[in-house]
């Protein structure tokens, strides 16, 4: 079997191939530089050169600012890119597995919210991945894996710029209204091996650590592990930090669909940001 994980330069695809070759899988690792997705028949030609029995598009446009006031550029990554590659892999007899978000999602909900809650995108960011999932999900063996809060050794996010703020300055404001899942990109990594493997059903897996808390919970947490005192963490409301595009003030997402498929879901936030300290910093 082999496997073609484009977007492999990134913080998940990065995790992603390391995990595949160490599991002695054939793997083949696109970055941008290697395989732009937007340039005209460049996902056809590749998944006919390669001939993949699995692709994984971990390549996105990620910027949630940036794409309110470029939602045409962003579209042609998360979305026009991903149907094409979506027929390719059909034409070639591919599984195709996509990297989506919980921004699809209104983030209204008080309850943790199921694989098949309504999609209702608060932000130009998650209409332009909705359009990436449908066309993934029009393909005979799709997946979408929607994810979120991610963090991982290989990329910006927000338990590094904790980190390198406590080294900065004497207290931290977060936002403490806003609900979801740290999710590390090593554990969602192997989660997509396994779901793959497994000869799961097609369609809609949350991606996501078990349990929630908020990005306040978070740097606390990220505190308490650097030896240093939570207490300098402060918390803070949304609109305390004005920015382009909203945010969904509740990200937590359900998990019952790996139980369909045979499959633990992911490990607990805390224990999993535990286990990935040591490659964090």
Known sequence: MTWL??????MLGTDLVDRLRAGGHDVVAASRADLDLC??????DAV???????VVNCAAWTAVDDAEAHEKAALAVNGTAVGALAEACAD???????ISTDYVLDGRSTVPCP????????NAYGRTKLAGERAALAAPRGYVVRTAWLYGAHGPNFVRTMARLAAERDTVQVVDDQHGQPTWTGALAEQIIALVRAGAR?????????GATTWYGLAREVF???????ERVRPAATADFP????RPAYSVLGHDRWAEAGLKPMPHWRDSLHEAWPTLL
Not at 5 to 10: K, P, Q, Y
Not at 39 to 44: K, T
Not at 92 to 98: S, W
Not at 224 to 230: H, K, N, R, V
């Open 48 to 54: 006919r050169r390669i001939r993949p029995s699995v």
């Open 39 to 44: 340039a005209p028949g460049a996902a056809r």
């Open 243 to 246: 920015r382009p595009a909203p």
């Open 115 to 122: 694989e098949d809650a309504p999609a209702a995108p608060v």
């Open 202 to 210: 097609p369609g809609v897996y949350h991606g996501t650590a078990a």
């Open 92 to 98: 070639g007899g591919a599984a195709l597995v996509q």
């Open 5 to 10: 994980v484009t977007g492999a330069a990134g």
């Open 224 to 230: 308490t592990l650097l030896g240093l005192d939570p």
